[in-house]
């Protein structure tokens, strides 16, 4: 029986090492075909027309039922440059560095073949009236943004996707102005909040020029807005608009029309960009911007919870003589081109007192019949509220377009 263990144990022993030698064999051989195709592609693009070569190829071979991926990158670069470089304005795009990797489903941990080489165009290659276009796309740390789709458009058509230099240089374009460059990336977002970087370019003969972008990931505010009411507890309002301002420059501020809501998720409204320096919250326009608002710094790719934004409070009550008015409408203009209308309780006050902060407001108040009142010049900038008593009186309704 021991005997018969021991055979039994040997034995499986042997296959495994007959498995695994076999396994080793079959990525040896996967490994060697992948260099021999790495080098067939370079030896191929050799022989491909240099204007034709800039940007990113990939294709498929298939040897012995093995699907290989082959992705060759091409990027000019100028003779002092050791890695392409986009950031030098006036050089010359004076080699074409080609760069190819082969991979394949049973690679595992091993690395892809890959092999480089220069190609140097020929004597008078370019002439005055052909040029090259560096394109450069960082983040907010100007950190090289990898893996954007970019397209040139124009005298000539290009896409291509960014290098991990976060560079595109596009050589033997013809020289003039009429190009347009459009950058795309899941996600990421320009400094004014937009999609979609990109704008015109220019190539000059004979020599390259440059077009830099600023792109990061976006990220989004969840803000909620809250009032002390009469008791001074904290309750949720509606402000109707939000801004969301970071002050660094035009298309940099937000305003949202939120309805009746108390809160704001800008990731439904599209992301924002990143800025190093918070984003200001408030409620209202940029008219109604306080001096200390709500403080958000947003990451890339990340969800910031502002903290509670707390609205100044206008302790509205309309009386008819010493009644109180329920029901009343009262609008508040508040300089945002809009009014925010709410009704008096039993009380004759208003259950949500909260308005963005501001002076110069007009507030009206109507009964829905023939008595209202006007009262112009209203300032909401104490969050512990101010009072204002509104005393109705006939032949007062015409003046209600004031707050509408």
Not at 7 to 26: I, P
Not at 208 to 234: C, E, M, W
Not at 275 to 294: I, Q, R
Not at 373 to 400: C, D, E, P, W, Y
């Amino acid at each position: 029986m021991v005997s018969a263990t021991i055979v039994l144990v040997v034995g499986f022993g042997v296959l495994a090492m007959v498995d695994r030698t076999t396994t080793l064999s079959g990525e040896q051989r996967s490994q060697a075909i992948a260099g021999n195709l790495a080098q067939v592609e370079i030896d191929r693009v050799k022989g491909i027309p240099l204007s034709e070569l800039s940007g990113l190829h990939v294709r498929h071979e298939t040897v012995a039922d093995v699907v290989y991926e082959i992705t060759t990158r091409a990027e000019w670069m100028d003779d002092k440059a050791v890695v392409p470089s986009c950031a030098t304005p006036g050089a010359k795009a004076d080699y074409l560095k080609v760069q190819t990797s082969v991979t394949h489903p049973g690679i595992g941990a091993n690395r892809p073949a890959v092999l480089d080489t220069l190609i140097a165009p020929p004597v008078r290659a370019f002439n005055a009236d052909q040029g090259s276009l560096a394109l450069l796309v960082a983040d907010r740390a100007s950190k090289p943004v990898s893996g954007a789709t970019v397209s040139l458009t124009g005298p000539a058509t290009f896409t291509d996707t960014t290098s991990a230099s976060g560079c595109i240089l596009w050589g033997y374009l013809p020289a003039g102005s009429g190009y347009t460059v459009s950058v795309s990336k899941a996600g990421y977002v320009t400094p004014s909040g937009v999609a979609t970087a990109g704008g015109s370019a220019s190539v000059v003969g004979d020599t390259r020029s440059n077009v830099d972008y600023q792109y990061d990931r976006g990220g989004s505010i969840r803000a909620n807005f809250k009032v002390r009411d009469a008791t001074g507890a904290l309750i949720a309002t509606s402000p109707k608009l939000v801004t969301v301002d970071n002050g660094t420059g035009a298309g940099m501020s937000k305003t949202y029309d939120i309805g009746t809501a108390s809160s704001l998720d800008t990731a439904s409204r599209g992301q924002l960009y990143p800025f190093t320096n918070p984003y200001a919250v408030y409620a209202g326009c940029a008219s109604n911007k306080p001096p200390a608002p709500t403080p958000a710094a947003v990451t890339p790719g990340g969800a910031i919870q502002a903290a509670d934004t707390v609205l100044p409070a206008l302790r509205i009550t309309v009386l008819d003589g010493s009644t109180p008015v329920a029901n009343a409408t009262v609008a508040v203009a508040t300089g945002c081109g809009n009014t925010i209308a709410r009704r008096t309780n039993g009380q004759g006050q208003l259950d949500d007192p909260g308005f963005p902060y501001g002076t110069g407001f007009t507030v009206c108040a109507w009964d829905g019949g023939t008595r209202g009142r006007v009262v112009s010049g209203q300032s909401n900038t104490n969050v512990s509220g101010t009072a204002v008593t509104m005393q109705l009186s006939s032949g007062s309704k015409s003046n209600l377009s004031a707050c509408e």
